[in-house]
């Protein structure tokens, strides 16, 4: 693989990294298969894996700690925080005390004495940013973390950290990790320049759209009922149309869809890797398998030409709504007890 800059870390990441979130009871609960997985990546050149607490309360950690030993100092580890561990209110956000908390029960279950990229998993509005800044600046200081980064912010909130770092004298986000595939272009139009601006990688999660850029979801064919239920975007007609032009595309190119959807994803200059989530070998040697495909300038035409530039169609069921689309009370004003 030919390796990327993380932004401008200096930090050397292969441009498909592996993702552990299918690692344990959220997916697969072999570990023994889970670690033959990592290492068959490793092997194969990727050199970034990402995972977090959240993804089967910890076990996924678990997992790829296991699975680094004796192989750690190859490896460019990310991690994350803010997603809920616990049924208690105090185990969750982006604070001092369950940022402090948290690392240190990640680096246990990794089985290390540091991680390459800690990410706060979604941004927490009921914390200052300032606030999450300073803990992570001195978790770098001490040397548990080596380099701090964001998940799913939207642009205004990467400027404003930015901002608040330089300002207060504190590590800056150097890495954002937001959706990004086909079906969903939106942070083309300001995710994306920002953090070109600020010198910062991306690290895009669901190149294949959670899956509808397999090939395996077709409009008007069987597709697996329990992900339909928990997914409302494989239900999404104009998604599903979109992809029946795409894997027109695809065919016509001698492409598979999913290689051409994760080409198209490394493909933007400012993004650094995207995360594949194998649950299975055959998965991993399935997408390996495109790792070379390079899509040229005609065949990125007729994608722009399928979906434009800066749009999404439709919207993934994980992705972050800020409260101020959440919360009604946000947007509307109060009535005057007066009012008719």
């Known amino acids: 693989m030919r390796y990327r800059t993380l932004g401008r870390t200096g930090i050397r990441v292969s441009p498909y990294a592996l993702g552990a979130m299918m690692f344990g009871a959220m997916g697969n609960p072999d570990h023994e298969e889970s670690i033959r997985i990592v290492h068959q990546a490793l092997d194969a050149g990727i050199n970034i894996i990402d995972t977090a607490p959240a993804y089967s309360d910890g076990e996924s950690e678990e997992i790829v700690g296991k699975a680094l030993k004796g192989r750690r100092d190859n490896v460019v580890l990310a991690t994350k925080v803010r997603r809920v561990m616990a049924d208690t209110s105090v185990q969750c ?35 200052d940013i ?73 690290l895009v999660w669901s190149p294949l759209a959670q899956g509808l850029l397999t090939g395996r979801a077709r409009k008007g064919g069987q597709t697996d009922l329990r992900r339909a239920a928990f997914f409302k975007h494989l239900s999404d007609e104009r998604r599903l149309d979109t ?15 999913r290689h051409m959807a994760i080409a198209f994803a490394i493909a933007h200059p400012g993004v650094s890797s995207a995360i594949i989530g194998p649950r299975t070998m055959d998965h991993l040697e399935d997408l390996l398998a495109g790792a070379d495909v390079t899509l040229a300038d005609d065949i990125l ?40």
């Open 130 to 202: 300032e606030e999450t800044l300073s803990v992570l600046s001195d978790l770098v200081r001490n040397g548990k973390i080596r380099a701090i980064g964001s998940s799913t912010m939207p642009a205004s909130d990467m400027v404003e950290a930015q901002w608040v770092a330089d300002r207060r004298g504190l590590q800056r986000f150097r890495c954002e990790q937001p959706p990004y595939s086909i079906l969903n272009r939106g942070i083309e139009t300001e995710v994306l320049p920002v953090a070109q601006r600020y010198g910062m990688g991306i």
């Open 301 to 340: 035409d007729r994608i722009d030409d399928i979906v434009a530039p800066g749009t999404d169609i439709g919207t993934l069921d994980m992705a972050y709504r800020p409260p101020a689309l959440l919360e009604p009370t946000l947007r509307r004003r109060p009535r005057s007890s007066a009012a008719s």
């Open 243 to 257: 992809v029946e032009q795409l894997t027109m595309l695809a065919e016509e190119s001698g492409l598979g869809l």
């Open 93 to 127: 956000g982006n604070s001092r005390r369950w940022i402090t908390e948290s690392v240190d029960k990640s680096l246990r279950r990794l089985q290390t004495d540091y991680i390459d990229l800690y990410q706060i998993h979604r941004p927490d509005p009921d914390t």
